[in-house]
């Protein structure tokens, strides 16, 4: 099951390029996972400065 990233999120864009499979993008004032295309390999939880990527 894939990654969420939640309401705490700064948009800081730091976990976008880690991920191996380019699953996560901009929407709005966040960034978002495209849970159909994520591997769920945990890169940008050790990435995200705010801890607003978390497994479901």
Do not use: F, W, Y
């Not at 990654?3 to 730091?14: G, V």
């Not at 929407?27 to 705010?50: E, F, K, N, S």
């Amino acid at each position: 099951m894939a990654h969420l990233i939640n309401e705490d999120c700064i948009n800081c864009s730091a976990c976008e390029p880690v991920c191996p499979v380019n699953c996560i993008s901009e929407q709005g004032d966040a960034r978002v996972i495209d849970a159909a295309v994520c591997i769920d390999c945990g890169a940008c939880v050790d990435t995200c400065p705010v801890d607003a990527i978390k497994a479901p």
